[in-house]
């Protein structure tokens, strides 16, 4: 089931008229995350691509949503490395080669249905292979954000120029090859697409050989948004874990934070107390010194009647006060 995202409209942004408010009783609207995907998706490809952009435009863009379809009939490897203009896709009026084209329509997703062409009558799968590494590659190098989608190169039937048995091989060599690369991933289309005996099935072929019919074209769109939904599902999880690994891992720093903060302060508690302890200690001390440096009454009368001739009452009556005091 696909995936929906809720798109709300603040009554701020309506004005203050009532009639501009949304009916509370409309359904609403909503956003199907693959279609929103596919918006910012590229489709390149060569005549069986072609194909695929007049079926998704036939059907008024539902199949494959506002996809940039880059294809162009017998567009090939060959006619990329050389600009052969009169092969290459054409975007925004102009004929231009794969990795420009995909720069200038800023896709962030490409899916690439590329081969066939470059497979035809006696051509070396390991040649082919060779060619679509590097076509790839000049891509990734001028769009490095780009993730790439590499399309499996469709069955064909019997008796083709384009031998089935070498379309397996080298979608073998492309899935295994996509495994090289974080941001490249390998759509199966083939296997839907084939028939029991591995060949194109023969109602999906328009021709008896290669092309097919828009009952192929359903089926590739189809597992065109299957793939993607579950790609958007796999990337929710993995960053859903992430999140919860990161989250695991915030919640232990938290929490050693936490105990080294109340070591902390109990270390500085203990250390507190020990302070004040000291501070009594030594006040205590002190004010024992003073006792005992403070000299008796007796002793002040004797130094009161040696420095005075007449006695000094008052420091008499200190001197009681003094004794009384220490009693």
């Known amino acids: ?17 009532p009639a501009a408010l949304p009916d509370p009783n409309a359904i609403p609207q909503v956003i199907d995350p693959v279609d929103a995907f ?3 998706s590229a489709f390149v490809g060569n005549s069986v691509g072609e194909g695929l952009t007049m079926y998704n435009n036939a059907r008024k863009k539902v199949p494959l949503g506002n996809a940039t379809m880059l294809t162009r009939v017998s567009y090939s490897f060959y006619a990329d490395a050389n600009g052969m203009s009169r092969y290459l896709p054409v975007f925004a009026g ?15 997703y490409v899916f ?3 081969g066939t062409n470059d497979l035809v009558g006696s051509t070396a799968v390991e040649k082919a292979y060779a060619n679509y590494q590097k076509y790839l590659t000049e891509i990734m190098v001028e769009n490095p954000l780009v993730t790439i989608f590499v399309e499996s190169c469709t069955p064909t039937r019997p008796g083709s120029n384009v031998n089935n048995a070498k379309v397996a091989a080298f979608n073998a060599y492309m899935r295994a090859y ?5 941001n490249m991933y390998y759509v199966d289309i083939a296997t839907p697409l084939s028939g029991p005996d591995g060949y194109l099935a023969a109602s999906l072929s328009s021709d008896g050989s290669v092309h097919l019919t828009n009952k192929a ?13 579950n790609f958007l599902a796999a990337r929710f999880a993995a960053l859903q874990a992430q999140h919860e690994l990161e989250r695991a891992k915030a919640q232990v720093n938290y929490d050693k934070a936490m105990k080294e903060m109340d070591e902390k302060k109990q270390e500085l508690f203990s250390e507190s107390m020990i302070a004040k302890a000291k501070a009594k200690e030594d006040e205590e001390a002190r004010i024992r010194e003073e006792m005992i440096n403070v000299p008796d009454g007796a002793t002040i009368m004797q130094r009161a009647l040696a420095s ?10 200190s001197a009681k006060t003094s004794i009384v005091s220490f009693r």
């Open 112 to 114: 690439i249905s590329m």
């Open 1 to 17: 089931m696909a995936m929906v995202l809720p798109v709300y409209v603040a009554a701020a942004d309506l004005g203050a008229d």
């Open 217 to 229: 074209y359903e089926i590739w769109a189809n597992t065109v948004r299957v793939y993607i939904a």
């Open 178 to 182: 996509c495994d090289m690369f974080p």
């Open 308 to 317: 005075r001739e007449e006695p000094d009452y008052s420091i008499l009556k």
């Open 38 to 40: 596919l918006a910012q």
């Open 94 to 108: 102009k004929p231009m080669r794969a990795k420009d084209a995909i720069k200038a329509c800023g896709a962030s």
